[in-house]
C-alpha cells in the first residue's frame, strides 16, 4: 500500500484528478474496451469531481468511454430524491462531463427484490470486465462504502445496516435529523472493492485522524474496515497533513520518503 500526502484538501483532489486522468489516458479505452471505474459519494470527492470537470472542460479528458459503477445507495430513496446517491452523482459530476448516462451505474434503492439487485450489480461488474480504478472515501470509523465495522472482508454487493456513528455523521445532509437518514443501504462488499485491479482511497481532515492510524498501523481487522487494502496489491491511500495526526512520526517519515509497500 502507498500512502501520498499532500498539503491540504485541494492539493490531495488535484493528486487524485490528475491521477484517475494519468490512469484513462494510459489505457485508451474504446466502446469495446471502455475503462472501468468505481465511484463514491461523500463530501471527500468533491474536490476531485470538481478538478476532473475542470480537466474535461480543459479538453485533456473524455468520460465517453467511460463505465462507472457507484459504491452504494439508500434503501428506500428513489434516484429523485435530494438525499440519494444517484442525485448526487448527477449534480456533483455525471451531468457536467461527456459520460453516456446509461454507461452509468448506482445500485437501486427502490427496488422490489433487494437481494436480487445486490446479485445483479455484481454480474453486471463482472460482465464488463471487473473495475479497473476504484476512487472512495473513509466513514470516520474506519468504513469504506457502507461496509460498517464488523463486515465480512469477503462480502459481496448486499444490504447492510447502517452504524449510528454512520447515520450521525450522514444527518448533516438530512436536516440534521438522525431519523431521517435511512437505516439500510444497498453497498459493494469489501470483497468487490478488493477485486478492483487499483484502489484509491482519499481521506482527509483531522476527524479521520484515528480510523487512518488504525488502518495504517493497525492489522488487518474487520473492525477497521478499510484496512482490508493492506491485503490489496495495488492501493493507494490518499491524504492531507491534518489526516496524519495520529500517525507516528517514523511512519508519516517512511512514506514521505517514497518508501511504499
Ligand atoms: C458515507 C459513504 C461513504 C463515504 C463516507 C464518508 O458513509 N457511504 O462512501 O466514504 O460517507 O463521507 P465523507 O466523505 O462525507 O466524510
Known sequence: MRLIIQKDYEAASRWAANHIAERIRRFAPTGDRPFVLGLPTGSSPLGIYRELIGLYR?????????????MDEYVGLGGDHPQSYRRFMEDNFFSHIDINPANTHVPNGQAQDLGAECRAYEEAITAQGGIELFLGGMGSDGHIAFNEPGSSLHSRTRIKTLALETRAANARFFDGDINKVPGTALTVGIGTI?????????????????ALRAVIEGGVSHWWPLSCLQMHPNAIILCDEEATDELKVRTVNYFRLGMDN
Request: proline share 0%; aromatic share 6%.
Open 194 to 210: 478488493m477485486d478492483a485491479r487499483e484502489v484509491l482511497i482519499i481521506v482527509t481532515g483531522r476527524q479521520k485522524a484515528r
Open 58 to 70: 480543459g479538453g485533456e479528458i473524455s468520460f465517453a468511454q467511460i463505465v462507472s459503477f457507484n
